[in-house]
């Protein structure tokens, strides 16, 4: 049979815990005290109740302390035998009553400090929150502005390469684009790199290396079409680049697909010089950049598919003029539409 647990209101399960034993201290201070002399009390040992309520982080029970060890105290000066005189026990408990009392207003003050400290450390991470928010809009804004621009592709890609790593602080960023069609990646030329010299034996092992799906990290945003992070890449079984070179200079990883609706078209992937944990705000806002970017590869797209629109025109254009100079040969022959596209062929 369960035994129904007691609530008392406006108190927690610790809290009653911490009263309960402030009652159970209380009493054998009590009793202890009321055993001695008037002249050999102990009573400045209720300064513990006000400490177990301090300890409790609990002003209702560090004043509830600091009240009981008054009353008790008085109480165990009519209560115990006799040794002094009478005025002499009054200063001695008088003074006990002080001890507890300078404790309560010493733990209150503590106290006060430690839930100031945490309203400080809470505004902190609201503040530092609401920085980072804001951070990743501008980023967001930025990026937006970039994909829409009509700069070239690669230097819309590099420069929205080079806008996340100053916000991540990132010294390393490179470009994989896939094969047409294939399930293949293949490195580009296009690199962010604070220093070449230091990343040179990372960037010559990339260079070399192509992906399919699956393999690396690269590989792994090309398979699943999301984001991906890699804590330390020389610790990771599925980074190839790693076995290559003895030291690559970096360790932590992220990269997220460039998309055209549905299909990943390249892979932008970042590294750190130190093993990070995953940050997922981070990921997440990379997903929506993934998108973003994806707008360049379409509008390279567009172009190249208006620019082979305006050959066939110029070409019609020529086949057109030509059938109007035949037409105006001089003479009676005639030449029939299919002998003119003969002619032209």
Known sequence: M???????????????????????VALVISLVDGMF???VSISEAYAVLVLLGFMAKDRRLIYGGAIAGT????????????????????INRA???????????????QLRFIEEQKESEKMKMAYDLLKQETTFLKLNQEIAVLSNTNDPVEDALKGAMKIICDYTGWPVAHLYIRDGDTDLLSPSKIWVLREWGQFETFRQVTEATKFVPGEGLPGRVLASGKVAWIKNVTKDPNFPRARLAKEIGVK?????????????????????EEAMEPDAKLLDVMEIIG???????????AG???????DHLRRLYGRIKAVRELEDVPGDHKITAEGIHEELR
């Open 2 to 24: 369960t035994t129904p647990s007691v609530k008392i209101p406006g108190f927690s399960i610790p809290t009653i815990g911490y009263v309960v034993l402030i009652v159970g």
């Open 37 to 39: 002399p008037l002249g």
């Open 71 to 90: 009353i008790l105290t008085l109480e165990d000066l009519f209560i115990s035998d006799p040794g002094v005189a009478f005025w002499m026990a009054e």
């Open 95 to 109: 003074l006990s009553i002080f001890v507890i009392w300078l404790v309560a207003v010493f733990a209150l003050g």
């Open 252 to 272: 932590a990883g992220f990269a997220f697909p460039i998309l055209i609706g549905p299909k990943v078209v390249a892979v932008m992937e970042f590294f750190s």
């Open 291 to 301: 998108y973003l970017l994806g707008r360049i590869f379409e509008r390279d797209h």
């Open 304 to 310: 190249l598919k208006r620019g082979e629109y305006e």
